[in-house]
């Protein structure tokens, strides 16, 4: 099934003391892919700047902007108008073997996405889980056994876990958000030699979502892999990866596809942050 959703997603920052300078990057534009297409997006600020637009990197939109009057409030507000199709389309590739993952081309080709960062490196509590991940007869399968790991050892609760908290942290508490699950089946593939990348992007809440209806939604994130052909899946659902999910960034981790960051000048005092993410089918 296909679908169109409207997704709005504001970012408001209020700060103690007026800010008289700012520069930022905003990462909240929908990508175009084979499984989706993006038909509408514009990110707007209050205060009014003049914003440009690039891609990162990784491929990732965005927006940068920087404000140079005194505010002591800024609100990001990125619209945008996507249309899914019903998921990724069928794999034709072979499945890749774990003789082929070790091969030192194709070692070198995903070296970015098999070398743990921040966010995923890997402890010693973890690394006693790995023998779940690296003893499944083909890296699909060992994709699918560290995504329902994840789910298994982390209780979702909200607010458990911090934007910088790493997979070995959330691993040790046993619980955490989206983030940490996609950062936790990440860390056990990269080490299992599997290629892994971080997926950012929105989920629509409601497995079968009226037309017309406005619900609360939020930033969401899951993982892909690749084994012969990119696979995604969702470790915080367990549910596939398709028309409820709207990519904005792959990358290697949370860290390259924060919604918005930047730097700000103020005279002093403290700042407060306040997200809300609506979203709507309407088609």
Not at 4 to 25: C, D, G, M, Q
Not at 153 to 180: F, I, M, N, P
Request: charged residues 20%; glycine residues 8%; proline residues 7%.
């Amino acid at each position: 099934m296909s679908m169109r959703l409207k997704i709005v997603h504001t970012t408001s920052f209020s700060y103690a003391a007026p800010v008289t300078s700012s520069y930022n990057e905003a990462r909240l534009t929908p990508q175009t892919t084979p499984s989706q297409t993006t038909l509408e997006a514009v990110v707007r600020t209050d205060p009014p700047s003049t914003p440009q637009r690039y891609h990162d990197y990784w491929g990732t939109q965005v927006t940068a902007f920087d404000l140079h009057r005194p505010h002591d409030r800024l609100d990001v507000v990125a619209s945008s108008l996507v249309e899914t199709a019903g998921g990724p389309a069928p794999r034709d590739e072979p499945r890749a073997t774990w003789v082929e993952l070790r091969s030192a081309e194709l070692r070198n080709t995903f070296a970015e996405l098999l070398s743990p960062t921040r966010y995923t490196a890997m402890d010693a509590a973890m690394r006693g889980s790995l023998a779940e991940v690296v003893d499944e007869p083909d890296p699909e399968t060992a994709v699918h056994a560290a995504s329902a790991l994840a789910r298994e050892h982390l209780t979702y609760r909200a607010g458990a876990t911090r934007v910088a908290t790493t997979a070995a942290e959330a691993w040790a508490q046993g619980s955490g958000v989206c983030q940490d699950f996609a950062h936790v089946a990440i860390a056990f593939l990269r080490a299992a030699g599997v290629p892994a990348r971080y997926v950012s992007g929105y989920l629509h809440p409601v497995v079968e979502p009226q037309v017309g209806v406005t619900v609360v939604g939020e930033s969401h994130a899951w993982i892909e892999a690749w084994v012969g052909s990119w696979l995604a899946v969702d470790p915080t659902s367990g549910a596939p990866v398709g028309d409820r999910h709207v990519v904005v960034g792959r990358a290697r981790d949370y860290g390259d596809v924060s919604p918005v960051r930047g730097v700000y000048a103020s005279p002093g005092g403290s700042s407060s942050l306040r997200v809300q993410v609506e979203i709507t089918r309407v088609g």
